[in-house]
DNA sequence: GTCTATAACACGATAGAC
DNA sequence: GTCTATCGTGTTATAGAC
């Protein structure tokens, strides 16, 4: 049960350098394109390795993802249920529950050269939808959309559950848009200095949730 | 300048069989995952064909997709300039501006199966920048956003480019996202009936338009 | 656990007959 | 213009030494 690992070690082991390796490398180009050599030379190991640790590169490719995504969803999970205990047994306001599910997706997304790997993915499973990757995008999000949209309906009780799922998409979409926008690979738009520092996290999040909001109680 | 050609035939070229057949499988199965083969079998030719016609696949890949997405923004254009003259000299309305960017995204991009081949063709082309993809955006886009943002501009004269361009782009990225979520492939949310016909196009039409204009105004 | 070498296969591109 | 056959390359997966 308890292998011989030393789990706060600075050095990481070589399976977690794999899945770090590959959750980039999926980002920047797409799981399919990904070759597992490319991954194991960024892993500092060689190619065997994967399928010594994970089986196949379809197994490799569902951990990288999980591990990838889970933290977000986690995040949220906790944000949402810290403000609901805040204002118990009054529904929360309707901003609060906006911003826990934005402000994971803003803070916990960007790595140390302001990419933003797990949104790469994100909009990758969306647009490539396959067995394999919807069956983890289940697994680690619909009890989270279940449990928004729950509280939503709370803060909200005259708007219908659909109307509320409605624009809940909508106010997911938006943040991925903006957030796909920021990562370094992304196309520069005009009028938009996404990638300058001309827009700092806090901002953001402050102009999402706000326009979120107001659109919730269009 | 004038090939023989049946310009309003029943039956499409084999070129344009190409185009359309690649467009779906590109959708479908991704760019790079995409093969000549299974594209030259759906369209009923072979393997060679595509190289005769285009010179390569990446050559493929720009013809397609500028095929793909042109219409849109055609669209678009037309549909915010009806709008401007309509109301010239004064500002047209922001729900006018609006709806001029979303209705085409919305009737235009399904398929006669309920596909939204050209929402995850843009979202797969937004998850996976690539050099040769990112210059077919460039030409078929930043002149449309240009467009528009002068029109917000117009509307919201109060406003900075920087958070017009910043709202614009959340407005877009709201409808990309229930679009997305409609698509049949797509995999299926709670609380959303997306597939279904219980949401017709113009009440999507109607819902996203209100959201995105009640954002502008936050 | 780690690595080298290789097997088995699919891809894009092309030559050349028709 | 269309098609068949094939070449060269790159892929995953695996066998077997260390």
Redesign the interface.
């Known amino acids: 049960m308890n292998p011989p690992r030393h789990e706060t070690a600075k050095t990481p082991s070589t399976k977690e350098r794999i899945l770090a390796a590959a959750a980039r490398v999926f980002a920047d180009?797409?799981v399919?394109?990904a070759t597992l050599r490319e991954i194991t030379d960024a892993a500092g190991t060689n190619l065997a390795s994967v399928n010594y640790h994970f089986g196949s590169k379809d197994e490799l490719v569902v951990a990288a993802l999980t591990a990838c995504l889970r933290p977000i969803n986690q995040a949220r999970l906790r944000q949402l249920e810290a403000c609901r205990d805040r204002h118990a047994p009054a529904p929360p306001p309707l901003c609060d529950v906006v911003e826990a599910l934005i402000r994971p997706m803003v803070t916990l997304t960007r790595g140390l050269d302001g990419s933003r790997i797990p949104i790469?993915?994100?909009?990758?499973l969306?647009?490539?939808?396959r067995p394999e990757t919807?069956a983890v995008?289940?697994a680690e999000f619909?009890q989270v959309?279940?449990r928004f949209?729950e509280a939503l309906q709370e803060c909200r009780p005259t708007m219908t559950?659909?109307?509320?799922?409605?624009?809940y998409?909508?106010?997911?979409?938006?943040?991925?848009?903006?957030l796909?926008?920021m990562d370094p690979?992304?196309?520069e738009?005009?009028?938009?200095?996404?990638h300058d520092a001309?827009?700092d996290e806090e901002q953001l999040i402050e102009?999402?949730v706000?326009?979120?909001?107001?659109?919730?109680?269009?």
Chains 1, 2 share one sequence.
């Open positions: 180009k797409g399919d394109a790469r993915i994100l909009l990758q969306r647009s490539l939808p919807n995008m289940a619909d959309h279940e949209i559950r659909q109307q509320l799922a409605l624009r998409d909508f106010a997911r979409g938006a943040a991925m848009q903006i796909g926008d690979l992304a196309r738009l005009p009028n938009l200095q996404a001309g827009l102009q999402l706000s326009f979120v909001v107001a659109g919730f109680n269009a």
